[in-house]
């Protein structure tokens, strides 16, 4: 039943392609371009529905199971659902100052550029931790029963943007990371 831990460490990855993406356009924002917003609100949009509707409530629901299987494991890991919880209000509030900007109400540049970093930077950290710590100590101290009762529990949603198929209002951000996953692809190759 460690097919679970699989697909959170998925929905890791194709969230770090979509941070990769955002760090992207907020590379040509800070050289004074202009962005993609399809792509940045794109990635905006994602952060706001997915993590917080199926894959951080699968976190909490392992976590619930870690602290009864390995309460000290659990207690170094600290307060996930916290984390969850900020990194929800983060990405409300960069969601905002992006509806600003697409309203053409004036937002200072260095202001954004810092929200959108706050962001991206917190969603790295936490996915590094959880990777690094949380997902390693629940694949050791969870058993079969614990997996099976955590899947019971789960619903599973089409991913939006990753599954098939792709919803509309996705369509340049996943062209945008299918051409650089093609682009780093072509670099091994080299
Ligand atoms: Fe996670």
Not at 152 to 180: C, I, K, M, N
Request: one cysteine or more.
């Amino acid at each position: 039943m460690t097919n679970i831990i699989d697909s959170l460490r998925e929905d890791h990855a194709n969230l770090a392609k979509l941070l990769d993406a955002l760090e992207r356009q907020l590379g040509l924002f800070d050289e004074g371009e202009t962005p993609d917003y399809d792509i940045v609100r794109g990635v905006v949009d994602y952060c706001l529905d997915y993590p917080d509707l199926y894959h951080h409530p699968k976190e909490d629901l392992v976590l619930e199971h870690l602290k009864a299987a390995d309460p000290v494991a659990a207690a170094a890991i600290g307060d996930l659902a916290a984390e969850h919880q900020a990194l929800a209000a983060l990405t409300r509030r960069f969601a905002d100052a992006i509806d600003a900007i697409l309203q053409d109400i004036q937002v200072p540049r260095g202001p954004f550029a810092d929200t959108a970093r706050r962001f991206l930077e917190a969603y790295r950290e936490h996915m590094n931790k959880e990777e690094r710590e949380f997902l390693p100590a629940a694949r050791r101290a969870l058993g079969a029963a614990d997996w099976a009762e955590i899947d019971a529990r789960l619903s599973q949603p089409e991913d939006p943007l990753f599954g098939a198929p792709t919803e509309a209002h996705f369509a340049a951000l996943r062209q945008d990371v299918l051409y650089w996953a093609q682009e780093a692809r072509a670099q091994e190759a080299r």
